[in-house]
């Protein structure tokens, strides 16, 4: 069974400091991406990764970043976090193998920016 | 660039009774077409795919969607819901050539004792 975890369920920030959001999938999974999910938005991709050390931008980069030392981690990073970045944050990831492969879920993590 | 559309932000529906979650989509080339689902307080996951052959592709819990290319069209069905079936649905489609997925707004499906 394809488990994806993140850090934090729930997270409150102040406007300003450095966040990071943590994911973790036991899988060997080769693609892992970072969406924000918002009430009538739907999912938008901010960044993806298909290897170690690659990433490229999604629909909506802008103030964050990310990192992806190790195959199983991608790490979600708020430079400076604003209140406009308060929204859940959903990983997932997927084998690189076949266009065709289903994305699988980590259960979200709610941040708030005060 | 492809887009998804879920004209419908919310449907309620009456347990044991059918429904359909509309879904349409644009896109300059040929795509692959997901439903998902997320359940109260939880991450989303695979209710079914389309990915070439039969228009008709049946899911998990009894769920089952039609591709049909002509109209852009890949709405979702159940003939009888369950009080379990009460989750927000998402509409999603993927270029042939990219892992790169979008969303649609999603469809809150409120299932009614």
């Known amino acids: 069974d394809v488990k994806v975890t993140q850090s934090s369920r729930y997270l409150v920030k102040r406007t300003g400091e450095k966040v990071f959001l943590e994911c973790v999938q036991d899988?060997?999974?080769?693609?892992m991406f970072w969406y924000r999910q918002d009430p009538g938005l739907g999912l938008r991709l901010i960044y993806f990764s298909y290897d170690v050390k690659m990433k490229e931008k999604g629909d909506i980069p802008e103030g964050y970043s990310v990192s992806r030392e190790k195959k199983e981690r991608f790490s979600l990073i708020l430079e400076s976090a604003s209140t406009n970045q308060t929204s859940m944050y959903l990983c997932a990831s997927s084998f690189r193998g076949s266009y065709t492969d289903t994305q699988y879920f980590g259960p979200g993590t709610r941040l708030t920016v005060l | 660039a492809q887009s998804v559309t879920q004209l419908d932000s919310q449907v309620p529906v009456f347990e044991e009774a059918p429904v359909e979650l509309r879904c349409n989509y644009s896109?300059?080339?040929?795509?692959?077409l997901f439903w998902y689902v997320q359940y109260p307080n939880q991450g989303l996951q695979l209710l079914l795919k389309y990915l070439s052959g039969s228009t008709l592709v049946k899911g998990i819990n009894g769920f089952e969607a039609e591709f049909n290319k002509s109209q852009t069209s890949f709405h979702l069905r159940k003939p009888s819901v369950h009080i379990s079936d009460t989750a927000e649905y998402f509409c999603a489609v993927s270029p042939q050539v990219s892992q790169k997925v979008t969303f649609g707004t999603g469809t809150k499906l409120q299932v009614i004792p």
């Open positions: 896109s300059s080339v040929s795509v692959y």
């Open positions: 899988m060997d999974h080769e693609n």
